[in-house]
């Protein structure tokens, strides 16, 4: 039996209530089904063993029976052992070596030694911007890890040497040893059972069956079970880096990632996937030419926007992360953006290979959105011309409702932008009152663009138009998402979960 979200937050609730009631026991709790996990699957193992046993121990005697019964029970034990050794793929990356970038390799070192941590195995550039560490059991469930640290290129871009080094210890931090050890066990444990039970259900094996019916019952309730542990590492995690480098150092590299996540993904990222329209092959170098610096041409409102955002973001069960506001309420630090001089950010720790690494990411990332780029360079095309056909349309004879509203859609996609867009959907919803779709469009539009107006219009249409409250409600909450309205936004998302709910019980 699976879990849905309402039993799992249930369940998690009732393991923080017990966590700070009772320490031990919820210790105790956590630990016993961890160990359920790995009795589970020997007891099956074992189970099918027996039989085959029994099988080739009778087959002088039963013959054709034990015959049967060994095949019955072979091939499942078989596939079970297989499944308990399935083999999980390591992260993707461009390997480091110490021969490569010592510097890199010093810095870990040091605070690997000092954390007590494992022997990291393979330390791999990404072109992500992210960090992390990653344990793959070498035989499956029964464990022999390899340790793998992932950095993310553009992550090294945006710190300075001192935060960036905040960043390494506090996920080292998720492998050090000594009073934390038992605590970082679960939080990779939660990890590898997660990563396995996407494996498991890629399996179509019927001996694997057992395993995956159990996994179901199980991975959710383990999760939540362990959730305010895990929680809790992270906490831990953040005090590791504290310990090796500064509250300060910590407190600016997290306001970094947020600020500079958002950067990344509202300007960045979006201005260059733009150029397809324009130009039909990608000729760009976005990790070579990526610089944390750029964003100081931002104006500081939409920074000071994007942190005011990522600090009112509350804690969830969502993430076993904590909220930034939290994560720095608990350091006893402020939030501060303070991104690096040029050159003078952490990438300066891949000494001479940052360029060849650059150039790959650079290369692999051209051949990635090559067919994509090509696709949108093409459907630009398509769309102008069928802009330039539906103004002249316009001009000579008008337009009916549906020329009109795509008219509309084209003009805000390739033509004058979101003003003369915006305009005509207004003139639509007047010229057609009753049109749903008009004003659903107009609604679509103005909540989108962050204006109060959307908001009686949408719901208005939604509770007379069933068919249009998903795609309405989640508007809704989207609008009240990036205006920091926690109360309307939880409103809206039980709207939509009862909304699921309900079309789940009809089908």
Not at 75 to 80: E, Y
Not at 220 to 237: D, G, H, K, M
């Amino acid at each position: 039996m699976s879990m849905d979200r309402g039993a799992f937050e249930t369940l998690i609730t009732r393991m923080e209530a017990l966590a700070a009631d009772n320490p031990g026991a919820y210790r105790r709790r956590v630990f016993g089904m961890a160990l359920l996990g790995y009795a589970y699957l020997l007891l099956v193992a074992a189970g099918l063993f027996v039989l085959c046993a029994t099988a080739l121990a009778s087959i002088v005697y039963l013959q054709d029976i034990a015959v049967r019964l060994l095949l019955v029970t072979g091939g499942p034990l078989l596939l079970v052992l297989r499944s308990m050794w399935v083999k999980l793929e390591p992260p993707a990356g461009e390997r480091l070596t110490r021969a490569m970038v010592p510097e890199l390799f010093a810095m870990l070192e040091s605070l690997r030694t000092r954390l007590g941590t494992p022997p990291i195995h393979e330390v791999l550039l990404t072109p992500d911007f992210n960090a992390g560490v990653m344990q793959v059991p070498r035989l499956g469930l029964l464990g022999w890890h390899r340790s793998y640290l992932f950095i993310g290129l553009p992550l090294m871009k945006s710190l300075t040497v001192a935060q960036f080094q905040a960043v390494l210890a506090h996920e080292l931090g998720h492998l050090s040893g000594g009073h934390a050890r038992a605590g970082n066990w679960i939080y990779r444990l939660r990890l590898i059972w997660q990563r396995l039970e996407a494996a498991f259900s890629q399996t179509s094996d019927w001996g694997a069956l057992p395993i995956r019916a159990f996994f179901k019952w199980y991975i959710p309730r383990f999760s939540a079970t362990s959730f305010p542990l895990a929680r809790a590492n992270e906490y831990e995690a953040d005090t590791a880096a504290i310990n090796l480098t500064s509250a300060r150092s910590a407190a600016q590299a997290l306001t970094a990632v947020s600020i500079v996540g958002s950067y990344l993904s509202e300007k960045y990222w979006p201005k260059i996937h733009s150029a397809a329209r324009e130009s039909p092959q990608p000729a760009f170098a976005p990790y070579s030419e990526f610089m944390a610096t750029a964003i100081q041409d931002v104006p500081p409102h939409e920074l000071q926007s994007w942190q005011e955002t990522a600090l009112a973001s509350r804690t969830s069960y969502n993430d076993t992360h904590p909220s930034l506001a939290d994560r720095l309420k608990a350091m006893g630090a402020e939030p501060e953006f303070a991104p690096p001089s040029s050159g003078d950010s952490a990438e300066k720790l891949l000494g001479s290979a940052r360029a060849r690494l650059e150039s790959a990411f650079d290369a692999q990332w051209r051949e990635r959105v090559a067919e994509s780029w090509k696709q949108v360079h093409e459907n630009t095309r398509t769309q102008r011309l069928r802009l330039s056909e539906l103004r002249a349309q316009a001009a000579q004879s008008g337009l009916d409702e549906v020329k009109a509203a795509e008219l509309a859609d084209l003009e805000e996609d390739v033509g004058e932008g979101p003003v003369a867009s915006l305009r005509m959907r207004r003139a639509l919803v007047a010229k057609y009152p009753d049109s749903a779709a008009a004003r659903f469009s107009l609604g679509r539009q103005l909540l989108r663009s962050g204006d109060a107006d959307g908001v009686p219009l949408m719901e208005t249409l939604i509770e007379k138009e069933t068919h249009a409250f998903q795609a309405g409600a989640e508007l809704l909450r989207d609008y009240y998402v990036r205006r920091q309205q926690r109360e309307l936004t939880v409103y809206w998302e039980r709207r939509l979960a009862e909304a699921a709910s309900r079309c789940g019980k009809t089908h």
